[in-house]
């Protein structure tokens, strides 16, 4: 996996502006009802990986939907705002499976999508939504390089996407969540409320100026983000307040918070066991499965998470400082997406 200036080299280069197109002959023209498929594609593929995670299944059908619109976009060589609105839903889709290698510890193939979606955001004359995309792409990218160690990487491609211009107040708020949860990685307290702060101040209500992408993100999300940095900071003391809250936001049963069921039994954080894998996510992982998580192994026991579960926050909340993992063939919660992304999540609980 690429890191230093070979890893951030393409966002680095989407502050120079878009290449001047070369000639070339004349190709089709997506249609917009292909167009159209690809971008509720999207949604789908993520609304499946809020439900599902990042199953083996869903994975290569994400894999293979990237490829197929890599084509498409290949061949597309016109302008106009049909060819504008691939390109900015081929950089949703760089993002979306992106996430999903990274979170199935496909960590070079993840970087290696990420990249694509820079690299086409760099070289056409893209529009200022798409732009916004690729904000949340990089902050993406960012949160995997935090998440791996990474924190020269992480710090330089979060203040790329932060100079975005034009900034949807939302997509500066999502910015600063990935922030925070960088700035816990790295055991910066101070970094950890000044990135909350900034990111409570952008924080919106959400209206028909949000993008889509950044609908999942709320205060109580902020909550579970800081809470969960304090914990990757090695002080449980000061999470359990923001833990606390995030819990009582999320109390009241919905149908996918009922479908998770809790594990009952959870092995102590000193015996290290770990015969399948904790709550993880907020979504559904596939029914009946043992194998365990990809990033069970990871620092604290925790994986990347967009969006904590219930029972993982519950856990914590009480004072434990190191998340572990559950022993059971019941379906798996992650504490990574499920909320309220318009098709990525509205909660587990609310």
Same mark, same amino acid.
């Given at each position: 996996?690429?890191?230093?200036?070979?890893?951030?080299?393409?966002?680095?280069?989407?502050?120079?502006?878009?290449?001047?197109?070369?000639?070339?002959?004349p190709s089709g023209q997506p249609?917009?009802?292909?167009?159209?498929?690809?971008?509720?594609?999207?949604?789908?593929l993520r609304e499946i990986d809020?439900?599902?995670?990042?199953?083996?299944?869903?994975?290569?059908?994400?894999?293979?939907?990237?490829?197929?619109?890599?084509?498409?976009?290949?061949?597309?060589?016109?302008?106009?705002?049909?060819?504008?609105?691939?390109?900015?839903?081929?950089?949703?889709?760089?993002?979306?499976?992106?996430?999903?290698?990274?979170?199935?510890?496909?960590?070079?193939?993840?970087?290696?999508?990420?990249?694509?979606?820079?690299?086409?955001?760099?070289?056409?004359?893209?529009?200022?939504?798409?732009?916004?995309?690729?904000?949340?792409?990089?902050?993406?990218?960012?949160?995997?390089?935090?998440?791996?160690?990474?924190?020269?990487?992480?710090?330089?491609?979060?203040?790329?996407?932060?100079?975005?211009?034009?900034?949807?107040?939302?997509?500066?708020?999502?910015?600063?969540?990935?922030?925070?949860?960088?700035?816990?990685?790295?055991?910066?307290?101070?970094?950890?409320?000044?990135?909350?702060?900034?990111?409570?101040?952008?924080?919106?209500?959400?209206?028909?100026?949000?993008?889509?992408?950044?609908?999942?993100? @709320? +205060?109580? #999300?902020?909550?579970? *983000?800081?809470?969960? %940095?304090?914990?990757?900071?090695?002080? !449980?003391? &000061?999470? $359990?307040?923001?833990?606390?809250?995030?819990?009582?936001?999320?109390?009241?049963?919905?149908?996918?918070?009922?479908?998770?069921?809790?594990?009952?039994?959870?092995?102590?954080?000193?015996?290290?066991?770990?015969?399948?894998?904790?709550?993880?996510?907020?979504?559904?992982r596939p029914k009946g499965s043992?194998?365990?998580?990809?990033?069970?192994?990871?620092?604290?026991?925790?994986?990347?998470?967009?969006?904590?579960?219930?029972?993982?926050?519950?856990?914590?909340?009480?004072?434990?400082?190191?998340? @572990? +993992?559950? #022993?059971?063939?019941? *379906?798996?919660?992650? %504490?990574?997406?499920?909320?309220?992304? !318009?098709? &990525?999540? $509205?909660?587990?609980?609310?």
């Amino acid at each position: 996996m690429l890191t230093g200036a070979a890893a951030t080299a393409p966002a680095l280069a989407l502050l120079l502006g878009p290449m001047a197109e070369a000639s070339a002959a004349p190709s089709g023209q997506p249609s917009e009802r292909l167009v159209g498929s690809i971008e509720r594609a999207v949604r789908d593929l993520r609304e499946i990986d809020d439900s599902t995670g990042s199953a083996s299944g869903d994975l290569a059908w994400g894999v293979g939907l990237w490829q197929s619109a890599s084509r498409v976009v290949a061949q597309a060589r016109s302008r106009g705002p049909v060819t504008d609105r691939l390109h900015t839903a081929y950089i949703e889709l760089s993002e979306q499976v992106g996430w999903m290698c990274f979170d199935a510890r496909q960590h070079p193939q993840a970087q290696r999508i990420y990249h694509t979606g820079m690299r086409l955001a760099r070289e056409t004359n893209t529009s200022l939504t798409a732009r916004h995309s690729t904000a949340n792409l990089v902050a993406s990218a960012a949160y995997q390089a935090a998440w791996l160690g990474h924190h020269n990487d992480a710090a330089a491609l979060l203040d790329i996407a932060a100079r975005t211009p034009e900034l949807p107040s939302a997509a500066a708020a999502v910015i600063g969540e990935r922030r925070i949860c960088a700035a816990g990685r790295r055991h910066d307290p101070d970094a950890v409320l000044r990135f909350r702060n900034d990111a409570l101040l952008h924080l919106p209500s959400p209206d028909e100026h949000t993008p889509w992408w950044a609908t999942w993100l @709320t +205060t109580d #999300s902020l909550d579970a *983000a800081t809470g969960r %940095a304090w914990l990757a900071c090695d002080n !449980p003391s &000061r999470a $359990v307040p923001f833990l606390s809250r995030r819990v009582e936001a999320i109390t009241l049963p919905t149908t996918r918070a009922t479908a998770s069921t809790p594990c009952s039994t959870w092995p102590t954080p000193s015996t290290g066991a770990d015969t399948a894998t904790r709550p993880e996510r907020s979504s559904i992982r596939p029914k009946g499965s043992s194998a365990p998580s990809a990033h069970s192994a990871w620092p604290n026991g925790s994986r990347p998470c967009r969006r904590p579960s219930p029972a993982y926050e519950s856990r914590n909340a009480t004072g434990s400082a190191a998340p @572990t +993992t559950c #022993s059971s063939g019941q *379906a798996r919660v992650h %504490a990574n997406k499920v909320s309220p992304r !318009p098709v &990525r999540r $509205v909660v587990a609980g609310g």
